[in-house]
């Protein structure tokens, strides 16, 4: 436990752990994935058949929602706001990439905690419901949303290196969080309105992999409710990679590669900075 | 040998087997009751039919019926049926090609049987559980049919009266090929391709019966093609990756079922006319409609009042219980999914959602002809409706995962408190 790496890291989460806004989030994060699954397991009279399906469909929303949001915020936050406390990092007679791999592993702590406390206290209720099978395809959803964790964390680091004014930086994290969330599902919408079908077709499915967010919903409905769950849609994934297994796989591949891009791009930025 | 002491009987005596393997094919040419006690089980050992009934009047029950011949193009059957009035009771078919199979015999009860298909064989390769060809009047009652082609097919069978069948794990539950005039009633349809493929026939009424899970992308709980003037009431159809489709069907009424949880309720081609949809429960379904062309030509409420709809966003100010706005159903995703299929993988997206609300609030496109004029405010009761049928299939609950939860749940505050402890050490370095 002395290598500075975990030390940094230690120290970023217990920082992290003391901030009133984390708690709160955290909070408030786990308190709606409770309150969803309570008023669609319990409170609608479960039937046996798609509540817990249709359940997770809204933990999937909320969690594509809430995790890219947190993730970006305090990071950006962890970087920006104590200039004095990096500045002082820095100054230590260790590497700039151990600095910044240490401030990034504890964010990444911070928020896979976040994300396990979220999603296993409505767990514990779901699973007096559903059977052994949708407990599995429920921890398949909890392995996707901390991965989408690891990319939104990285994405921070790599917003606070390339805006370091607060407000830019903010500016700039809030941005990115409505882009993925709104402006580019609309532009593939609208995207409808203006292409062929024959051209539409691929790039609305290979479009997917621009976002993140995108890849983790389609790869947690797809664990919660098969290819057919997209009907046509699904029917033409399955043609073009082979099978549900190659789904997922190609999915986890671009999430891996949204995750590791933005780390490599800080980490260049953050060793040539002049802080 | 169960053959030589047929070879001996005269028409109309009982003949009591006792419980025993019997490797022997049997041809029944007179009219006798074989009735076996402590399931006598009978094996073809693979070679054309088991059971061959050629006399009318015979009746069969208690045995266990396995090991018919291979070849679909022979259509060999464990109980082939050449007869009138013959009744097959309480047996068990297993390793069969086609379990029961009828050949222009009428008034023919098949009851409390079970058939259990060959996981061996791929699905085309299997034949039907019970498959009637050229017969008419007959009951089919309390039969489970498993893992064969299709559960009970129909082919000019006309009047026939099913009751209370189970059929699961099957291709079609039910299908129908040029069979007018039948009834189907309190049957349970599960994990088939399709609950019922109704095709080119007419006058059909089913009542009462379940479809549920039926999943994959042909995967249906009705299916109707060339079909004109059923009659579908009190039936429950849940958890199908498409509820109920209609292709090339005119003069069909659906009415009081209820349709839950499917990811698509209704696909209709807009090739027939005179369909009248009415007094249904739509219930949590992921999509309401899909349809094939400009209009479905859809009659969506009778004078009294329209369907259900649980996403309806309408108000009903005057209390009536009718909803005062008309229910549009095909919402603007659905419009364009018609269009392009793949924009599916965008449906439960924030912008879909931002896209709804816009276009409810300012509508921009088209949404199509399909409009319920007068919805119910609140889902209808219909004790008819088969829930409880439908609960024994339901998913079976695990309280023991919720331990494992548990554990988990322990697992980020362990943490915290462990990150605690270390605080002070951090600190000091």
Redesign the interface.
């Known amino acids: ?1 002395n290598h500075p790496l975990l ?1 940094i890291a ?2 970023e ?2 920082l992290n ?1 003391r901030n009133k806004w984390v708690t709160s989030f955290a909070g408030l994060f786990a308190f709606l994935t409770l309150f969803i699954s309570y008023f669609g397991m319990v409170t609608s009279g479960y ?6 399906a ?1 359940t997770s ?1 809204s933990l ?2 909320l969690t ?2 809430v995790i890219p949001l947190f993730a970006l915020l305090l990071g950006v936050f962890s970087f920006i706001s104590n200039r004095e406390y990096l500045e002082l990092l820095v100054a230590q007679p260790i590497s700039r990439m151990q600095v910044l791999m240490g401030k990034y592993l504890g964010l990444l702590l911070t928020l896979l ?2 994300t ?2 979220g999603f ?2 409505p ?13 599995l395809s429920y921890v398949t959803v909890i392995l996707f949303s901390l991965l989408l964790a690891v990319v939104f964390s990285g994405c921070a680091i790599l917003i606070a290196q390339i805006a370091n004014r607060q407000q830019i930086a903010l500016g700039v994290a809030i941005s990115v969080w409505i882009f993925f ?6 532009a ?2 609208g995207a ?1 309105l203006y292409l062929s ?1 024959a051209v ?2 691929s790039v ?2 290979l479009g ?1 992999l621009g976002n993140p ?2 890849v983790f ?2 790869l947690s ?1 797809l664990a919660v ?14 043609k073009l990679v082979g099978s549900e297994a190659w789904a997922v796989f190609l999915g986890l591949a671009a999430l891996l590669t949204w995750s590791v891009l933005p780390v490599v791009f800080a980490m260049r930025l953050f060793s040539r900075q002049n802080l | 040998m169960i053959m030589p002491v047929l070879n001996k009987a005269d028409p109309g005596d009982t003949v009591v087997v006792h419980g025993g393997e019997y490797s022997e094919s049997l041809v029944i040419d007179k009219s006798i009751t074989l009735v076996g006690k402590n399931r006598p089980w009978i094996r073809g050992g693979y070679t054309g039919h088991v059971i061959l009934v050629s006399a009318p009047g015979t009746t069969i029950e208690g045995f266990e019926i396995s090991e018919a011949g291979t070849r679909l193009s022979k259509d060999f059957a464990c109980i082939r049926v050449e007869a009138d009035s013959v009744k097959i009771r309480n047996n068990v078919i297993s390793e069969p090609l086609h379990g029961i199979y009828v050949k222009a015999g009428s008034h023919i009860t098949i009851v409390d049987n079970v058939v259990k298909g060959r996981l061996d064989l791929i699905r085309s390769d299997r034949g039907n559980g019970i498959h009637l060809w050229n017969s008419r009047h007959n009951l089919i009652r309390g039969n489970e049919i498993f893992n064969v082609r299709d559960g009970i097919y129909f082919s000019f069978a006309d009047s026939t009266t099913i009751l209370r069948n189970h059929i699961h794990h099957v291709r079609y539950g039910l299908h129908y090929m040029y069979s007018n005039a039948n009834t189907f009633t309190e049957n349970l349809f599960e994990r088939n391709v399709a609950g019922a493929a109704l095709m080119f026939s007419k006058h059909i009424v089913f009542d009462r019966n379940v479809f549920a899970r039926c999943r994959g992308f042909r995967a249906y709980g009705i299916l109707y093609k060339s079909m004109d003037e059923t009659h579908a009431m009190n039936n429950l159809i849940i958890d199908n990756s498409r509820g109920l489709f209609m292709d090339n069907s005119n003069f069909n009424t659906f009415e009081n079922n209820d349709v839950v949880d499917n990811d698509l309720a209704l696909q209709i081609l807009g090739n027939g006319e005179g369909n009248a949809i009415t007094n249904n429960n739509f219930i949590n379904n992921l999509s309401n409609l899909l349809m094939g062309g400009k209009g479905t030509g859809t009659i969506w409420a009778s004078e009294a009042n329209g369907n259900y709809w649980s996403d309806y966003r309408g108000y009903d100010l005057d209390g009536n219980g009718l909803g005062d706005v008309p229910h549009k159903i095909q919402d603007v995703f659905q419009v364009i999914e018609t269009q392009v299929p793949e924009v599916r993988f965008y449906r439960f997206s924030p912008a879909a959602e931002i896209l709804e609300v816009a276009e409810r609030t300012l509508p921009i496109l088209e949404l199509g002809t399909e409009n319920d004029p007068i919805p119910l405010f609140r889902p209808q009761t219909n004790d008819d409706v088969p829930w409880a049928r439908a609960a024994e299939i339901a998913s079976v609950s695990s309280p023991a995962a919720g331990l494992i939860f548990f554990v988990i749940a322990l697992l980020p505050f362990s943490l915290l408190i462990f990150s605690n402890w270390r605080r002070g050490r951090v600190h000091v370095r």
Do not use: H
């Open positions: 436990m030390l230690m120290q989460f217990t752990r039937s046996g058949f798609q509540d817990f249709r469909t999937i929303n594509g929602f905690i976040t396990i406390a296993s206290i767990g514990i209720l779901i699973s007096f419901t559903i059977g052994p099978a949708g407990i969330e709104v402006v580019y599902g609309l593939m919408l409808t079908p539409l077709k609305l499915t997917l967010i995108d919903r389609v409905l409710g098969g290819a057919e769950f997209f009907g046509p849609a699904g029917a033409t994934l399955m």
